[in-house]
Nanobody
Framework: QVQLVESGGGLVQPGGSLRLSCAASGSMLVFNFMGWYRQAPGKQRELVAA???????HYDDSVKGRFTISRANTRNPVSLQMNSLKPDDTAVYYCNAKSSTDEYWGRGTQVTVSS
């Protein structure tokens, strides 16, 4: 069993930056896909950024040029650097990981962009 725990969320002013991290514990697996999703109040959960095992990345158009996803080590497999934050970025951000057989989610971390 794998557990994912997000950290790094908080309150930031428009134009500010935050760095989200995802810590993994439990049985270590090879993740073929890791991503960050977000869900704002009243909206569906959406994929913000993803990175595949080979290093290919994908970004939603709304965050291109502002967010950067990266992989680190086994215990902290993925991070999301968020720059030039906007009020529309306000949401709960979730870490997601997929192995060849299973999918895992963290419980989320709140990001609030407000003056």
């Amino acid at each position: 069993q794998v557990q994912l725990v997000e950290s790094g969320g908080g309150l930031v002013q428009p134009g500010g930056s935050l760095r989200l991290s995802c810590a993994a514990s439990g049985s270590m697996l090879v993740f073929n896909f890791m991503g960050w999703y977000r869900q704002a109040p009243g909206k569906q959960r959406e994929l913000v950024a993803a990175i595949h095992r080979g290093g290919t990345t994908h970004y939603d158009d709304s965050v291109k040029g502002r967010f950067t996803i990266s992989r680190a080590n086994t215990r902290n497999p993925v991070s999301l650097q968020m720059n030039s934050l906007k009020p529309d970025d306000t949401a709960v951000y979730y870490c997601n990981a997929k192995s060849s057989t299973d999918e895992y989610w963290g419980r989320g971390t709140q990001v609030t962009v407000s003056s």
